[in-house]
T-cell receptor, first 113, second 114 residues
Framework: GNSVTQMEGPVTLSEEAFLTINCTYT??????LFWYVQYPGEGLQLLLK?????DKGSNKGFEATYRKETTSFHLEKGSVQVSDSAVYFC????????????FGAGTRLFVKA | EAGVVQSPRYKIIEKKQPVAFWCNPI?????LYWYLQNLGQGPELLIR????????DSQLPKDRFSAERLKGVDSTLKIQPAELGDSAVYLC????????????FGPGTRLTVT
C-alpha cells in the first residue's frame, strides 16, 4: 500500500549546521506531501507542503522538493538555530490516497548552541 | 480566524471513570480527525469524519471509545471506562479535506488516568 517513511532520530546538530531529514514515499500517483513540526510542549503545525511533483515547499528557512525520480521529499535547512529544536513529521494527505498511516514517530532534532 | 478549539486542556480521572473531550474545528472544514499521542510518539489516528460521517474508525477501540459529530461541525470523543493505558494527549485536527490540504491541530487534551 501507499506509505511515507522518514529517517529515525534523534538528530543532534550544532548551531549553524546544515540539516537534512530524509523522507521517501511509495504511492500510486503523486499525492501532496507535508512536513509538520511540533515544538516542545506545543501542538503540531504545518511547516511546508508540496502539492505536485517537482514543487518546492519552503518556510522559515526550511525547504523540501517533491522529487518523483527518487520518490523523496527531504527536509533541508542551511543553518539551523537552537529554536529549530523540535520533532519533524513527514506526512501524506490526511486519510486520502490509500495511505493507512498519516504520522510516524517523527524525527527529533536537537540543536546545540 | 479562530483555530481548532479543544476542551478541556487537562483532565485527571480515576480508572474506570468516563471522560469526554470536545472539539470545535475551523469554520468550513469538513474533515475532522481525532488522534491519540503518547509521549515521544507521533499522533495515531483514532477516527476521521467527513462532515458527519465517520469514514475511518478502524483504529478506534470501540469497546470503550466512542465519538460523534452529529451536525458535521463540532465533535465529542468519549472513553468509558477509562484505563490506565489511556493516559495520553488527545488531539483534534481539521482540514478542508482532499489531497492538497493540510491539517490544523488543536492544542490537545492531556488525559491522566490514575
Amino acid at each position: 500500500g501507499n506509505s511515507v517513511t522518514q529517517m529515525e532520530g534523534p538528530v543532534t546538530l550544532s548551531e549553524e549546521a546544515f540539516l537534512t531529514i530524509n523522507c521517501t514515499y511509495t504511492a500510486t500517483g503523486y499525492p501532496s506531501l507535508f512536513w509538520y513540526v511540533q515544538y516542545p510542549g506545543e501542538g503540531l503545525q504545518l511547516l511546508l507542503k508540496a502539492t505536485k511533483a517537482d514543487d518546492k515547499g519552503s518556510n522559515k528557512g526550511f525547504e523540501a522538493t517533491y522529487r518523483k525520480e527518487t520518490t523523496s521529499f527531504h527536509l533541508e535547512k542551511g543553518s539551523v538555530q537552537v529554536s529549530d529544536s523540535a520533532v519533524y513529521f513527514c506526512a501524506p494527505p490526511g486519510g486520502t490516497g490509500g495511505f493507512k498511516t498519516i504520522f510516524g514517530a517523527g524525527t527529533r532534532l536537537f540543536v546545540k548552541a | 480566524e479562530a483555530g481548532v478549539v479543544q476542551s478541556p486542556r487537562y483532565k485527571i480521572i480515576e480508572k474506570k471513570q468516563p471522560v469526554a473531550f470536545w472539539c470545535n474545528p475551523i469554520s468550513g472544514h469538513n474533515t475532522l480527525y481525532w488522534y491519540l499521542q503518547n509521549l515521544g510518539q507521533g499522533p495515531e489516528l483514532l477516527i476521521r469524519y467527513e462532515n458527519e460521517e465517520a469514514v475511518d474508525d478502524s483504529q478506534l477501540p470501540k469497546d470503550r471509545f466512542s465519538a460523534e459529530r452529529l451536525k458535521g461541525v463540532d465533535s465529542t470523543l468519549k472513553i468509558q471506562p477509562a484505563e490506565l493505558g489511556d493516559s495520553a494527549v488527545y488531539l483534534c485536527a481539521s482540514s478542508l479535506g482532499g489531497n492538497a490540504y493540510e491539517q490544523y491541530f488543536g492544542p490537545g487534551t492531556r488525559l491522566t488516568v490514575t
